[in-house]
């Protein structure tokens, strides 16, 4: 707990706005995937970003920023008030990442090893690096569906 509040102590001004909106974004979109489902929330979060033809490739410095949000999306997901899954942690990390203008996928896996029960997982990418995630991950799972214009992801619906 004593590292915790250190950690928490070290963050910047930019961390804990990131942090804050972070914790009220997941418990919305939760509430959203609830109520419309990926799709239609998707779309709503859609409708609140650029056009996907504005969205660019991003470079290293904006690599290190996503990868930045993706470190504080866990941190909130998992010490905030209200805990998220990997799909709802996705989805906010895509939105954030596309308001920024760098343009990402999200990427659902199953488990290529699955012993006793099925597991899956969403992460998001950007020019195939996993920001939200370790190299773990892509180990672990086996992307089942990258092309994202068939998940409704990208594009113009």
């Known amino acids: 707990m004593k590292r915790r509040i ?15 909106t972070v914790m009220v974004l997941l418990p919305i979109v939760a509430l959203s995937l609830r109520i419309k489902g990926f799709k239609g929330t ?5 409708s609140l970003m650029p056009k996907e033809s504005a969205l660019m490739e991003p470079d290293e410095s904006e690599l290190k920023n996503a990868r930045g949000i ?8 998992g010490h ?4 998220a899954n990997c799909l709802k942690q996705s989805l906010v990390l895509w939105w954030m990442l596309a308001r920024r203008g760098i343009k ?9 090893e699955a012993i006793e029960h099925f597991d899956a997982h969403a992460w998001v990418e950007c ?7 370790s190299e773990e991950v892509q180990q672990r799972f086996a992307a089942f569906q990258t092309n994202s214009e068939k998940l409704g992801m990208g594009g113009e619906e």
């Open 80 to 83: 905030g008030v209200y805990r």
């Open 70 to 77: 993706a470190r504080m999306i866990a941190v909130a997901a």
């Open 42 to 46: 998707q779309n709503s979060m859609r």
């Open 127 to 133: 020019n195939g690096i996993n920001l939200s995630d």
């Open 104 to 112: 990402s996928e999200i990427v659902f896996g199953v488990q290529k």
């Open 6 to 20: 250190e950690q928490l102590k070290a963050l910047s001004l930019d961390e804990w706005r990131l942090l804050l």
